[in-house]
């Protein structure tokens, strides 16, 4: 689900478009959102001390 999300988010949709696409609540797409920005920002920055 995280994959549609994103990219759905990268296309430029609104959490509340992304919420009736996907059936989730707009809170849980921002939480989601925001859970996957920090999960990918620890992810670089890991990659970049490498």
């Known amino acids: 689900m995280d994959k549609a999300i994103i990219m759905l988010y990268l296309e430029e949709y609104a959490n509340k478009e992304i919420a009736r696409i996907t ?9 989601r959102k925001l859970r996957i920005k920090e999960t990918l920002r620890t ?5 970049k001390t490498h």
């Open 23 to 31: 059936g989730l609540s707009v809170s849980n797409i921002s939480t």
């Open 43 to 47: 992810y670089f920055e890991k990659e």
